[in-house]
């Protein structure tokens, strides 16, 4: 069964794309329940197992069952590009009782004594949930949370490229077997799931790692959007970019060279140092160095900066 979305050109030039700290600390109580599904997260499963003791998730398990429909207010589309998990949370805490009450039936069945304690005072319920949400991310989630969205930042950067550079046809053509782009029509392989369609406010993009392989829609009564996988998800829990080659760590110094490595996809300060394991300060210095010396310039894109190499930089870096 596939979900059929017609885009009016109004559509296609609204899509915006965002990140979703909620969406990944949510999608990835799945991956706690079956690891199997997603090998690729064992490193990030191994580290929070031990953190997990006294951590009662039996309510947000019922919410969010290991496959199918999951409640749509633990996830609210994303309102700004880059929103903040305590932005979330509160959006989470303003949920309408009457709203989710609804999206709690739904899954009554998987379990129906929880879920009709959910239902008997959703204000409470949402309250409970609110605060077990805030508790999973502080153990086990924020401290990983810099690494994935390094990830996800890479993948916009390239998609946004692609929209730009060849269309809605280009952008869409990349987001997995799932999705199909007919000129008019966005088409999405989603069993089980009946969603009549945009209504007026466009489409926000979320690309996600915990959610990967599979594709998930929202729409009417929220925001329309498409969660789709990230691309290289396979990178996420290495220890870092390889080590720069010895004669160019010589000529630059260990840390530019790897910065100058790791700079073969855009990315912003803040980004490079969670990969690099340095301060923002030190990779700031850095960039500018590489700057000044014209391998790498910066180009501010809203309220961030963005480096990414120049052609001296990708022949000094051996791409070239």
């Known amino acids: 069964m596939s979900i059929a979305w017609r885009l009016t050109s109004e559509d296609v030039a609204r899509i915006r794309f965002a990140f979703s700290p909620m969406w990944e600390l949510v999608a990835s109580l799945r991956t706690l329940r079956a690891p199997a599904r997603q090998s690729v997260h064992l490193p990030w499963l ?9 951590l009662d998730l ?13 409640a749509d207010f633990l996830t609210p589309p994303p309102d700004t590009p880059m929103p ?30 929880v879920i009709d304690r959910f239902m008997a005072d959703p204000e ?6 609110a605060a077990t949400l805030e508790e999973y991310w502080e153990r086990c989630f924020a401290e990983f949370w810099p690494r994935v969205y390094g990830l996800l930042e890479r993948d916009v950067l390239r998609r946004s490229r692609r929209l730009a550079e060849g269309g809605a046809r280009e952008l869409f053509a990349g987001l997995g077997p799932a999705v199909r782009w007919t000129g008019e029509r966005l088409l999405i392989d989603r069993p089980h799931c009946d969603l009549k369609g945009l209504h007026g406010d466009g489409l926000v ?18 925001q329309s959007m498409l969660v789709y996988p990230v691309e290289g998800v396979g990178t996420l829990w290495e220890q870092g970019p390889p080590p720069a ?8 110094g260990k840390s530019r060279a790897r910065i ?16 690099m394991d340095l301060t923002p300060g030190a990779v700031s210095q850095h960039l500018g160095v590489l700057s000044r010396g014209g391998l ?20 000094l870096a051996g791409t070239r």
């Open 46 to 54: 191994k580290a929070v197992r031990p953190r997990l003791a006294g």
């Open 58 to 70: 039996t309510e947000l398990f019922a919410l969010v069952p290991p496959t199918g429909y999951l």
């Open 84 to 113: 903040d998990f305590a932005g979330e949370l509160d959006r989470v805490r303003r949920s309408d009782p009457g709203q989710v009450k609804q999206e709690a039936a739904r899954l009554r069945a998987g379990a129906p004594e």
């Open 124 to 129: 409470a319920g949402i309250a409970r949930v």
């Open 205 to 222: 993009l979320v690309p996600s790692a915990f959610y990967w392989p599979a594709v998930a829609v929202m729409s009417a009564p929220y």
């Open 245 to 252: 080659p010895d004669a160019l760590a010589a000529l630059i």
């Open 260 to 275: 100058l490595l790791a700079l073969a996809e855009p990315a912003t300060t803040s980004a490079l140092a969670a990969r």
């Open 296 to 315: 790498a310039v910066g180009m501010r894109i809203g309220k961030q900066v963005l480096y990414r190499r120049t052609l001296a930089g990708d022949m």
